[in-house]
């Protein structure tokens, strides 16, 4: 039981809603989608195996970074895992994607193989120590594109209409800007460690200006693209806070354990309260 908890911590419980959200998003207003097996199997794959191989795979590779992390250990960010079980994810991983691989390539064919394939490839590039694009930025920003893999795998699973490349753009700016905001609250532990991201290279303040810069594109598409009032403000909401963050509270200040936590906790919130509008209002499919 003791070991399943730290699997399961790896796996950032955390985080779990943003592969969720990815994955439903093409279901959304879909009649009967509830009461198919294809459904549950990838919503199954995207919370727990998807992610603990994402961030096992991860956590092996940053395990000298994340000794530094205060951030670390618990179900919100994830566990702070000894290098002796590391060493060894590989033999957790790998049979708990094969269990999920075979029915799904089953259901989804060579299309669904070449898909997974590719979503091992982005992981390979972004951990992977002789290529290791996740120290060398901007590049490791470019493997968050890996994450948009879900849209299509929902899409072939069960075997639902396309969405739009502006909903495609969107979804590619906010993995980024996600990615950034990590970045942001991991930036000290990271130079201890002399970890290169492109929050350590260019400093607090002008990642955190990079972040708004993405987010106000975001708003941008969300009103004069899909012309959605609801998501829009919703958006809106969450630039006017970053604008506030960097101007009048934390400026290039780190935040403290406290207030990590507290952002990833709200972050669930609004994470789930925007995952239930879109799934049930369909905003960007209709």
Same mark, same amino acid.
């Given at each position: 039981?003791?070991?399943?908890?730290?699997?399961?911590?790896?796996?950032?419980?955390?985080?779990?809603?943003?592969?969720?959200?990815?994955?439903?998003?093409?279901?959304?207003?879909?009649?009967?989608?509830?009461?198919?097996?294809?459904?549950?199997?990838?919503?199954?794959?995207?919370?727990?195996?998807?992610?603990?191989?994402?961030?096992?795979?991860?956590?092996?590779?940053?395990?000298?970074?994340?000794?530094?992390?205060?951030?670390?250990?618990?179900?919100?960010?994830?566990?702070?895992?000894?290098?002796?079980? @590391?060493?060894? *994810?590989?033999?957790?991983? %790998?049979?708990?994607? /094969?269990? $999920? +691989? &075979?029915?799904?390539?089953? !259901?989804?064919?060579?299309?669904?193989?070449?898909?997974?394939?590719?979503?091992?490839?982005?992981?390979?590039?972004?951990?992977?120590?002789?290529?290791?694009?996740?120290?060398?930025?901007?590049?490791?920003?470019?493997?968050?594109?890996?994450?948009?893999?879900?849209?299509?795998?929902?899409?072939?699973?069960?075997?639902?209409?396309?969405?739009?490349?502006?909903?495609?753009?969107?979804?590619?700016?906010?993995?980024?800007?996600?990615?950034?905001?990590?970045?942001?609250?991991?930036?000290?532990?990271?130079?201890?460690?002399?970890?290169?991201?492109?929050?350590?290279?260019?400093?607090?303040?002008?990642?955190? @200006?990079?972040? *708004?810069?993405?987010?106000? %594109?975001?708003?941008? /598409?969300? $009103? +004069? &693209?899909?012309?959605?009032? !609801?998501?829009?403000?919703?958006?809106?909401?969450?630039?006017?806070?970053?604008?506030?963050?960097?101007?009048?509270?934390?400026?290039?200040?780190?935040?403290?354990?406290?207030?990590?936590?507290?952002?990833?906790?709200?972050?669930?919130?609004?994470?789930?309260?925007?995952?239930?509008?879109?799934?049930?209002?369909?905003?960007?499919?209709?």
């Amino acid at each position: 039981m003791n070991l399943a908890i730290k699997l399961l911590k790896i796996s950032r419980p955390g985080l779990w809603f943003a592969t969720l959200w990815l994955y439903l998003l093409p279901t959304a207003s879909v009649e009967g989608i509830i009461h198919s097996f294809p459904f549950w199997l990838g919503l199954i794959y995207v919370c727990f195996p998807l992610n603990f191989m994402v961030y096992g795979w991860n956590d092996k590779v940053d395990y000298e970074a994340d000794k530094h992390n205060k951030r670390k250990g618990n179900f919100l960010f994830g566990a702070k895992a000894s290098d002796q079980l @590391l060493s060894k *994810i590989q033999n957790y991983i %790998i049979p708990i994607q /094969i269990v $999920f +691989f &075979i029915p799904l390539i089953y !259901i989804g064919n060579w299309r669904m193989a070449l898909l997974l394939m590719l979503l091992v490839g982005v992981l390979y590039l972004y951990n992977d120590p002789k290529v290791s694009w996740k120290s060398k930025p901007p590049l490791e920003l470019s493997c968050q594109f890996g994450y948009l893999l879900l849209v299509p795998f929902s899409i072939l699973l069960n075997d639902l209409a396309q969405v739009s490349l502006w909903l495609y753009g969107y979804l590619a700016l906010f993995a980024i800007q996600s990615h950034l905001i990590g970045e942001v609250m991991d930036i000290e532990p990271d130079r201890k460690a002399k970890k290169y991201t492109t929050a350590t290279q260019i400093g607090m303040v002008k990642t955190k @200006l990079l972040i *708004i810069a993405l987010v106000s %594109i975001e708003v941008f /598409i969300i $009103f +004069f &693209i899909f012309s959605d009032l !609801i998501f829009g403000l919703m958006l809106l909401g969450a630039l006017l806070w970053f604008i506030i963050d960097l101007v009048f509270v934390f400026k290039n200040n780190q935040y403290s354990l406290a207030q990590m936590k507290f952002f990833g906790y709200s972050s669930n919130i609004v994470g789930f309260m925007s995952m239930s509008y879109v799934w049930f209002y369909n905003p960007f499919l209709s």
